[in-house]
């Protein structure tokens, strides 16, 4: 049995994907209206493919009626095969008034059926990255598109650990930086999640590259203390790179 499985559900999540094709470190499946490598209706042939994993991550961004519809049934089939299922979830932007309301009035019910669950905002994104004035718009896409990628990877690497124990609450906002000190990344991480909710705590989980020291992941813990007054759970991902990854616990609507 392998590991983690990548779903991903609809056209939103495609296009994401296409725009990081290189970050991609994980067998995948793609449900979507073009470039499907699972036909639309054929819930079989997914429950086939998910037999040999023992993580499933469904990917979209929700409110499109065949992501909303698919990452329910991708959810229900992963369950039914003893999977555990951790959905990366988007948001609309705002101007997309139906879909971002038929995306907030389903988040809640995929939560609630899923172990964990990572959620992004479209328009905190764009909002971030379309702050310097000299970046254009496509430029700011891909760049958005590939630290969502980079984030999900981040999680992946750490599903071959103790995942659920130290990803205890049901649903997390998340962000990336890096800088030259990793106590510095982080503290400007917690202004740019990409997600704004209420935290349900202060149980934080950051990873961080190989190369950090444990001297440093000390500082790391007791540098986040006393801002947030909970120690957080730092963990190592697999690369050397010096980004840091926060992922923030919100409370579920």
Do not use: H
């Not at 992946?156 to 998340?174: H, M, Q, V």
């Not at 999640?193 to 209420?198: N, S």
């Not at 540098?223 to 730092?234: F, I, K, L, N, R």
């Amino acid at each position: 049995m392998g590991d983690v499985l990548l779903v991903v559900c609809g056209g939103g999540a495609n296009a994401t994907v296409r725009n990081a094709e290189d970050l991609i470190r994980t067998p995948m499946v793609i449900i979507s209206n073009s470039e499907a490598t699972v036909p639309l209706d054929d819930e079989q042939s997914l429950m086939n493919t998910m037999k040999r994993y023992r993580v499933v991550i469904p990917f979209c961004v929700l409110g499109g009626e065949l992501s909303t519809d698919k990452i329910r049934t991708v959810v229900r089939c992963a369950r039914e095969n003893g999977c555990k299922v951790v959905p990366v979830l988007g948001l609309p932007f705002e101007w997309e008034i139906e879909r971002r309301q038929r995306a907030m009035d389903n988040l809640s019910d995929v939560v609630a059926l899923s172990d964990c669950s990572l959620v992004f905002d479209l328009q905190k994104i764009t909002d971030l990255y379309m702050s310097n004035q000299s970046r254009k718009v496509d430029e700011s896409i891909k760049m958005a598109n590939r630290l969502v990628m980079m984030s999900m990877n981040a999680v992946i690497d750490c599903i071959e650990g103790p995942f659920f124990s130290t990803f205890s609450r049901k649903l997390y906002a998340f962000a990336s930086n890096s800088a030259v000190l990793p106590t510095d990344a982080i503290k400007d991480a917690w202004g740019m999640m990409l997600f704004d909710k209420e935290p349900s705590d202060q149980n934080s989980v950051i990873l961080v590259g190989s190369k950090v020291t444990s001297a440093e992941i000390e500082d790391i813990k007791s540098s986040v203390a006393m801002t947030c007054g909970a120690v957080p759970e730092v963990m190592r991902r697999k690369d050397g790179d010096s980004r840091v990854d926060v992922f923030k616990p919100v409370k579920s609507f």
